[in-house]
């Protein structure tokens, strides 16, 4: 597990690996919510930490199935499962932040615990781990003010003690 504390005191733990539960069936879809999710952290970041670079995932964007053939073939084997954002700065002994957005915890989460057993949230789920094991800080983002509060401590703080990818 990673944890990382802000100058003012929050912890942010990440990099926890629940253990895998029996498989059930269903599939995932990128919702408009998250998707307006990762608009407003894009627009946070572009804002607020202007000399960070950072990338979005375009998988939620719709596209005419010559585009969504292109794409696939660009994206190769990595495609399936990769997280939503990329904030690419070295910081704590990490190489970058990687972030899986999500509406809330039930999108990932069972209610008796563990990851949920659908493909997709598995695939997502393997690559955050394998992310984890290359020597990033990844995780699920639940909403627009956990993903801030994360980039903030992970960027040094609401406070701006680091506004540019130095480390």
């Known amino acids: 597990m990673a944890i990382i504390k802000s100058a003012d005191g929050i912890e942010i733990r990440l990099g926890v690996k629940p ?4 498989e059930t069936a269903g599939e995932n879809i990128v919702s ?22 950072f990338r979005s995932d ?33 910081r704590h002994g990490y190489h970058g932040l990687f972030g899986e957005i999500k509406t809330s915890a039930d999108e990932v989460y069972k209610k ?10 598995q ?14 800080l990844a995780g699920f983002w639940f909403g627009f003010d956990e993903a ?4 903030d401590v992970y960027l040094g703080g609401p406070n701006g003690q680091t506004k540019t990818n130095d480390r």
């Open 58 to 90: 375009l998988g939620g964007i719709r596209l005419n199935m010559g585009q969504a053939m292109q794409v696939k073939r660009l994206q190769g084997s990595n495609g399936r499962g990769f997280p939503d954002f990329m904030v690419c700065a070295a």
């Open 19 to 22: 253990t895998l539960a029996e």
């Open 112 to 121: 008796a615990g563990g990851i949920r057993q659908d493909t997709h949230t």
């Open 32 to 53: 408009k919510a998250e998707l307006d999710i990762q608009m407003m952290i894009a627009e946070y970041l572009t804002l607020r930490y202007p000399g960070v670079i």
């Open 148 to 151: 801030r509060r994360i980039i």
């Open 123 to 136: 695939e997502q789920y393997r690559v955050l781990c394998r992310l984890c094991d290359a020597g990033y």
